[in-house]
């Protein structure tokens, strides 16, 4: 068992999207129980009132080749007093393991204030495959399609899509030199029925190790709607400067 600690600075965020990357919040499973937490907050008085609050958490279990994993999230931000942001998710994931491949499944739930999601509820399948694995370098390639329902701003115009998507990732990481690495996620998901309808998320995070247990990072996200369905940007990114620990 490890509890991951973060305390991060964030420097600019612009919210619009939606894709949830659990791959940041993936711990490797070396053992056949797991618990992760990540918790990042921020609070300013005086002439502006800010607060923010950022969390995340997995549970992980193990058996033979079956990996079960629980994810959950909160993202919480107001500015004089008024919530401009009050984000959920959640994630179950199954993996059934073949080597460094494996298949999966899951299901998935979210709420974004920030662009009037009520509700994205999707349910998706997909094989993981890893091309290249040596000296603690690794890169993995996933293909799968899943089904989304969401619904938009239900107290005064309600809009509700349903779509199926085609979705491909790959996941890889990078070790410069013993203290230096770099861990990077895309994701990439594309409407089966309107190919104009796509959304990209791209997230490289440098770490750098100042031992076993610590370790200072910057990572950078961006998310990308090229056909959001509420007035909202089509760009989202956010950069991040953090401590993380493993305790």
Request: charged content about 20%; overall charge negative.
């Amino acid at each position: 068992m490890f509890i991951r600690v973060i305390f991060c600075f964030t420097f600019f965020i612009s919210n619009s999207q939606t894709i949830l990357n659990t791959e940041s919040i993936m711990s490797k499973i070396d053992k056949d129980y797991i618990f992760g937490l990540d918790l990042s907050g921020s609070v300013e008085t005086g002439n502006v009132e800010i607060a923010e609050i950022n969390f995340s958490t997995q549970i992980g279990k193990k058996f033979d080749n079956s990996l079960f994993r629980f994810i959950i999230g909160y993202e919480y931000e107001s500015e004089s007093k008024e919530i401009i942001s009050q984000d959920y998710s959640g994630q179950i994931r199954y993996n059934y393991l073949l080597g460094k491949d494996s298949f999966f499944s899951f299901i998935q739930s979210q709420s974004i204030k920030s662009i009037f999601m009520d509700h994205r509820n999707l349910f998706g399948l997909g094989y993981r495959k890893n091309l290249f694995n040596k000296k603690n370098n690794n890169l993995d390639f996933s293909v799968g399609v899943f089904y989304e329902d969401e619904l938009y701003n239900k107290s005064v115009n309600p809009i509700e899509v349903y779509n199926y998507r085609y979705s491909f990732s790959s996941f890889s990481n990078l070790n410069f030199s013993e203290n230096l690495r770099l861990n990077s996620n895309l994701y990439y998901q594309i409407n089966t029925s309107n190919s104009k309808d796509y959304r990209l998320f791209i997230e490289p995070k440098l770490y750098f190790d100042f031992s076993d247990n610590t370790s200072l990072y910057l990572s950078t996200r961006h998310r990308y709607h090229s056909t959001p369905y509420m007035p909202v940007k089509k760009n989202d990114t956010e950069t991040t400067i953090g401590i993380e620990l493993i305790l």
